[in-house]
Every structure is written in structure tokens, then in C-alpha cells.
């Protein structure tokens, strides 16, 4: 019987992502060229940032390639390092818990082809974003140092190995922790795995302080920054073989070593990759089949957080519970803390290691400022946790929201439950991270009450948005939790998040500039009416941001149709 080949295996999944794009054509251009102006001023904003720091390299004779390349190394590892892990995370759906599987698994299809497929499939779902990432990356590299047309041939040359080695190691990786433990509980494992290795990472970055590289001064001499430089990171990482091959290129040095690397040891990875999968898939996919999740009851809950909100109607006291319980019950929801933590760590460290706390006497002008604009800083970071925890709020109901619609419960109690749950946790987060910043950063007393009073009205504003705009765009239908903060609607609310921060910073930058002006002038500071004015104005819009998206969620909630 003659077997079926790889690209009829492959073909389903083509056809499907052919028939979602008509459909998302057929539904209007508008969500794709917001998507499209969007990703362009990205790649612009990533490719000026890069342009203007090369251009200064390369303005240094003998350093400025030596510090092109360096760069260019560390962006490529810590690439790497982003796909290993999720390449770790993705295979799992793809070669174990995916609907099309029991299918192909039963058909008469090679083994070799099962691996090739879903190996291509784990890499184009967990490597797509780090490839558009790189795409501004390579091209101000071939703007500055004039690589012409040839040279993005060559880059893509030197990074298709790159993305095929880690999608190979994370496949292996996930293909030996099945056949370890149950395939359910592996991915409860891989999702706390993954997360505190990628916090470990992003750790690992914060404190080498890569940007050391570009203060010669922190050296002893000018001979061991050089030797710094031109010492690779490390002569066995592909990162480093990638970089090589394109900076030669760029600088006309004749060296094929770094690609005949990539090459072979790519495809030296597919065949060992391949060799495991033939050994250890079948019975990997066996256990994958087993039982599922065990029920995780909410005794413990009911006990401490229901006997708190004891005096809460009942309707809204079981809407809390129920959202708290969901939410811990749910690995690749509450493991994702392990990360947040991290960054939090990191957000502080970086404030502490501003050239502030170096013993200098700033002024306090500068102080002042830094402080200020930590405001807009903070307000981003809660805006991209509340699009992550509170924006798939209402998506994550599934098809049981019919059955609360049709139920005599009330939507205002679950919408109000939904709120609270998750704007309570990043009130606190908000006063950790500005009170400590504050403190770190020795703002005046006036300051202090200014941002924080500020946070407070803009978390509740950021909350709001999330839960409005998540209700606006439901996605009922998504199998993945983390793919709904990527959608239309995700990217909508981070748009109009960031416009509400520049509108309040704005109002509040004038009583922050006469305040500064009145104590350099060692004159008493005045609260005018106009500085009040904007106060009310800056309170107004928080309010306003708050209240409105509730009202326009509630009433798209009470509209929905299954």
C-alpha cells in the first residue's frame, strides 16, 4: 500500500489556516490593517532604535564591529533561549494532546512523516514571533553596514538552522518527560518548568548587565575590553555560529565554518530527534491517552477566602469563589505568577541600578522626573498583567455562559465578581511596585502621595478596560488561554491602555513641573486652582475610563448569542 506523503499529511492543517483567513477577510480589512499599521510602526520603532546605535559603531574604527557583533549574539541567545522553552511548551499540544492525532496515528502513515509534521508544526506555532522579531534586527544590520540584497538571502541562510535546533531539542525534551509522567500532569510540570526557567533567564540577563559592554570605563584597561569582545561568548552555542556567519559577511571575511556548523548540526539534530520519537512515541501517546485531571475540591477556599466574604450577597460571594478556584485549578494560569515575580524582582533592580544610587548628587529635578515618568513605566507593566489575567476573563466561560445567561442569576454579580477578583491583586501589586520604586528612588513626600493616588485610579481604569474589551471580543472558542491576550481585541485594549497613561501623565506633568520650579526656587509650593483643575481633570478620566468599558461589557454580555 502505497503511503501517504508528507505534504498530504500537512495538507489539513494548511486548508484550515486558508478558510480562518478568508473568514477573517470576509469579516472586514479593518482588523487587518490595524494588525498590519500596528506591526509596522513596531518593526520601525525597532528598527530606528538599532540604526542609530550601529550607526554609532560602526563609527568606531577597530570596536564598533567587535560591539555589532557582540550585540548581535546576545540578541540571537536570549532568541534561543525564548524558543527552546516554548518550543518545550508546544510540543506537548502538537505531538500528544492534539485532535487531529488520533487520526493520523491510526491511518497508514509512516512514523518519519508523523515526526516531520508535527515537527514543522511545533516550529512554525512557537517560532513565528521570534522570526517577524528578527526581521527589523537583520535589516538595519544590512542598512548600515551595506550588505546589499544577497545578504538577507545569506542571514536567512544562517537563521533557518537556528529555528529548527531548538523546536528539534524541545520536541526530544517533551518526548522523554511523557513517557516519565502521565501526559496531563507533564504539562502541569512543563508549565512550571518552563516559567521559572524563563524567569531564571530573564534574570540571568538582568544581572550580567549586558550593557556594560558599552562603558569601556568599567574596565581596567582599553586591552581587556577588547579581548572581551572578540572572545565569543561561547565557541559551542549556535547563537554564536549565527552571528559570526552574518557579521562576516558584512565585513567581507571568507569564513563558511559557522554555516557548515548550523547546517550539520541541525540536521544531525532532526536525525537523532527522529531516532527518539521512532523508540518512544508510541508509548508516550499511550499514556497520553490515560485518565484525566483529578477534580481539585474547594474546601480550603470555602474555609479562608468564603468565610471573608461572608457578608457579600450570595450570588456574589459564589461568583468570587468560583473565578479564585478556577483560576488555581488551572496550571498554565496561576504557574504564570512564578514569572511575574521575576519581573518584579527585575523592574526593581533595574530602578536600583540607575546611575541615581551611585553616590553622585543628582539633582533634584532629575530625581523628580525619573520618578514621574516610573509612573507611565509601572501603569504599561499592569496593563500587560491585567491583559494577560483579566482581559480573558469572560472568554475563558467557554459555552457555559449560556447557561448563566439563561439562568435567573444576575450578570452584574459576575461581571462585578469578575472585576474585583482580579483588580484587588493588582491594586496591591501596583502600591508594592510604586511605593518601593518611590522609596528606592527617595521621592519627596508630594511625589509619593501624586503616584500613588495616581496607580490607584489608574488600576482600577486598566481593570476596567481589560474586562470591558475582553467582553467586547470573546474568543469562546480558543483551547489556549495564552492566545487570547495575542487577539484583535487584546491588542485594542494595550492601545487604548497606553493612551489613557499618556493622557493622565500629560494632564499631571503641569502641578509636577510647577512643584519642581517652586522647591528649586526655595519657594512655598501653592496649590493653585489650575493644579487642582488638573487633578479633577486626571481623576475624571480614570473615572470615566473606568466606568464607561463595565457599562459597554455588561451590556455586550447580556447580548450574547450561543
Known amino acids: 500500500m502505497k503511503q501517504p506523503s508528507l505534504r498530504h499529511v500537512l495538507q489539513p492543517k494548511w486548508r484550515t489556516a486558508l478558510q480562518r483567513l478568508r473568514e477573517e477577510r470576509s469579516g472586514g480589512a479593518g482588523k487587518l490593517v490595524v494588525l498590519t499599521v500596528v506591526g509596522l510602526l513596531f518593526w520601525l520603532a525597532v528598527f530606528g532604535v538599532l540604526y542609530r546605535m550601529l550607526k554609532y559603531f560602526r563609527g568606531v574604527e577597530e570596536l ?95 537563521l533557518v538552522p537556528l529555528l529548527v535546533l531548538p523546536a528539534v531539542a524541545g520536541s526530544a525534551v517533551t518526548l522523554i518527560l511523557v513517557n516519565v509522567f502521565p501526559a496531563r500532569r507533564t504539562r502541569d510540570l512543563l508549565s512550571i518548568i518552563a516559567l521559572g526557567a524563563a524567569g531564571g533567564v530573564i534574570l540571568l540577563f538582568r544581572v550580567i548587565r549586558p550593557e556594560q559592554l558599552a562603558r569601556p570605563e568599567g574596565f581596567r584597561n582599553l586591552l581587556d575590553f577588547i579581548t572581551l569582545l572578540r572572545a565569543p561568548t561561547s565557541p559551542f552555542l549556535p547563537s554564536e555560529w549565527a552571528s559570526r556567519a552574518i557579521m562576516n559577511y558584512l565585513r567581507d571575511i571568507p569564513d563558511p565554518l559557522p554555516i557548515f556548523l548550523l547546517w550539520t548540526t541541525a540536521a544531525a539534530f ?23 485531571e483529578r477534580f481539585v475540591r474547594g474546601v480550603f477556599w470555602r474555609w479562608t477566602v468564603g468565610n471573608l466574604l461572608r457578608p457579600l450577597p450570595v450570588a456574589k460571594r459564589e461568583f468570587v469563589l468560583k473565578d479564585i478556584k478556577l483560576f488555581f485549578r488551572d496550571t498554565t494560569q496561576w504557574s504564570q505568577l512564578i514569572l511575574l515575580a521575576v519581573l518584579v524582582v527585575v523592574y526593581i533592580y533595574n530602578i536600583k541600578a540607575l546611575p541615581l544610587f551611585r553616590g553622585e548628587q543628582i539633582p533634584f529635578f532629575y530625581v523628580t522626573l525619573v520618578s514621574f515618568l516610573n509612573l507611565g513605566l509601572s501603569g504599561f507593566v499592569l496593563a500587560s498583567i491585567a491583559a494577560r489575567f483579566i482581559f480573558p476573563a469572560v472568554s475563558l466561560e467557554g459555552r457555559q455562559m449560556w447557561l448563566l445567561r439563561s439562568s435567573p442569576l444576575d450578570l452584574r454579580a459576575l461581571l462585578w465578581s469578575k472585576y474585583w477578583v482580579g483588580t484587588v491583586p493588582l491594586l496591591v501589586l501596583a502600591l508594592l511596585l510604586t511605593g518601593l520604586t518611590n522609596i528606592l528612588l527617595q521621592a519627596t513626600p508630594f511625589m509619593m502621595v501624586v503616584n500613588l493616588s495616581t496607580i490607584c485610579a489608574l488600576t482600577l481604569a486598566i481593570s476596567a478596560l481589560a474586562l470591558g474589551f475582553g467582553a467586547l471580543y470573546p474568543q469562546f472558542e480558543t483551547e489556549n488561554a495564552a492566545q487570547i491576550p495575542t487577539s484583535f481585541g487584546g491588542l485594542v485594549f494595550m492601545m487604548a491602555t497606553i493612551v489613557l497613561l499618556a493622557a493622565v501623565i500629560g494632564v499631571l506633568a503641569g502641578p509636577v513641573m510647577a512643584y519642581v520650579q517652586a522647591v528649586n526656587a526655595r519657594q512655598p509650593v501653592r496649590i493653585d486652582a489650575w493644579m487642582v483643575g488638573a487633578f479633577v481633570v486626571a481623576a475624571a478620566l480614570c473615572a470615566a475610563a473606568t466606568v464607561i468599558p463595565l457599562r459597554i461589557g455588561l451590556r455586550k454580555m447580556e447580548s450574547f448569542e450561543f
Do not use: C
Not at 548581535?72 to 525564548?82: E, K, R, W, Y
Not at 522579531?133 to 553596514?145: E, N, R
Not at 532532526?270 to 484525566?292: I, S, W
Open 64 to 158: 564598533g564591529p567587535l560591539l555589532a557583533g557582540k550585540l548581535l549574539g546576545l540578541a540571537l541567545l536570549s532568541f534561543v533561549s525564548i524558543l527552546i522553552l516554548s518550543n518545550v511548551i508546544t510540543a506537548l499540544s502538537s505531538f500528544f494532546l492534539a485532535k487531529d492525532l488520533d487520526l493520523i496515528v491510526s491511518a497508514p502513515v509512516e512514523w518519519l512523516r508523523i515526526y516531520l509534521a508535527k515537527l514543522g508544526e511545533t516550529l512554525l506555532h512557537s517560532s513565528w514571533m521570534v522570526a517577524l522579531m528578527t526581521v527589523p534586527i537583520i535589516a538595519a544590520y544590512g542598512v548600515i553596514y551595506q550588505g546589499g540584497v544577497l545578504f538577507y538571502g545569506y542571514a536567512l541562510l544562517a
Open 270 to 292: 532532526v536525525v537523532f530527534g527522529a531516532l527518539l520519537h521512532r523508540g518512544l512515541f508510541a508509548q508516550g501517546y499511550t499514556k497520553a491517552q490515560e485518565g484525566a
